[in-house]
């Protein structure tokens, strides 16, 4: 009995110490090439050696077994001597794919499989779309920790600002302090500043500029260096096209987003369900409702899959602002 725990303790250890070997190579992918590695979803940067071995238990759930690390950390090792292209990488799915290939060599197979980004560094990377948070409740903090997340990303988005009416005197501490620390999603993963003298957060290196505004038309966005910008409006003031235009009149604004279910011809969107509708003429988006969104994607496979003749929703969640704590 005594071995047998002493031999748990020893390939725990190994393969924790195995994780520890691929943060920094995690690193480097997405630092230096835009490549962001996950498994089945599970995205592997930023994670702890405990996270990643958690995400390699959980690809059980998938392919009905764990993944071992000491196949995928030789894959990783491959994938940074490859000067990849911006893209991402499902190495769960390489590891499967290459144990059911007929090839021998990893390399050989890394090549074949990633020959579109092989060898193509710097390559695939859009420009950085300029995002306006208007509005910096709950939905306004949770967006901008998602976003100064992916600041080092392939993605292109780019949290310049936040809009918020002026406050009291600490008004620029108080936002920051709330960013930090959440009571359901923990504290901010990273450090976080405030520059008081330019009116500024600084999070994760990202410079957030936070501008006082209590109209969108008195916004002049090139004044900050701001050009082209979607603007996330969640603050739910304005829900029809006549509202939210407004903010298109700003200067250094192109597009426009609603965090709330929009009004008239405003098209309600819920990725992976309907955003094949929008086109490059869509200047007002919705995002839909929260319930929208959390129902929608399942219903939609029970649709398609057996037919759906009525239901009844049920939805539990924080008090809104149309709502009285």
């Known amino acids: 009995m005594q071995q047998q725990a002493h031999e748990h303790l020893q390939q725990w250890t190994g393969r924790e110490a195995q994780a520890e070997q ?24 930023n994670q702890s050696a405990i996270d990643i071995l958690k995400a390699h238990r959980f690809a ?5 077994t764990e993944l071992p690390i000491s196949e995928t950390l030789p894959l990783v090792e491959a994938l940074t001597q490859m000067e ?20 021998s060599d990893l390399h050989e197979y890394l090549r ?11 390559e695939g990377l859009a420009e950085p779309q300029d995002v306006v948070l208007y509005g910096f409740g709950r939905i306004g903090r949770l967006l901008a920790r998602i976003l100064v997340g992916r600041a ?3 993605s292109g988005l780019r949290l310049r600002a936040i809009v918020v009416r002026k406050g009291a005197e600490n008004d620029l501490a108080k936002r920051a302090s709330l960013l930090r620390r959440d009571s359901v999603h923990g504290p901010f993963a990273g450090s976080i500043r405030v520059d008081t003298e330019n009116q500024a957060i600084i999070a994760n290196g990202t410079y957030i500029q936070v501008i ?3 109209d969108p038309s008195d916004i002049d966005y090139t004044a900050y260096g701001i050009n ?6 969640n603050t739910g003031r304005w829900r029809d096209e006549e509202g939210l235009g407004q903010h298109l ?35 007002i988006l919705s995002a839909a409702s929260c319930t929208t969104n959390a129902i929608t994607p399942v219903a939609k496979l029970m649709q398609d899959a057996y037919g759906i003749d009525h239901g009844h929703v049920e939805t539990v969640h924080s008090y809104t602002n149309d709502q009285n704590l």
């Open 60 to 64: 059980r759930q998938v392919d009905e």
């Open 249 to 283: 009149k700003s200067p250094g604004v192109s597009r426009v987003l609603l965090t709330a279910p929009g009004k008239g011809d405003i098209k309600n969107i819920v990725f992976g369900v309907n955003h094949d509708d929008v086109t490059s003429a869509d200047r």
């Open 228 to 233: 082209d910008a979607v603007v996330v409006d």
């Open 152 to 154: 080092s990303s392939a």
């Open 212 to 214: 006082h505004a209590s």
């Open 84 to 103: 990849l292209g911006a893209a991402s990488i499902d190495i769960a799915r390489l590891n499967y794919g290459f144990r059911h290939s007929q090839e």
């Open 22 to 45: 691929m943060i920094p190579l995690i690193g480097r992918l997405y630092r230096e090439n835009n490549v962001v590695t996950s498994i089945h979803g599970r995205k592997l940067v």
């Open 112 to 122: 074949q499989e990633l020959s579109d980004i092989a060898g193509r560094r710097g």
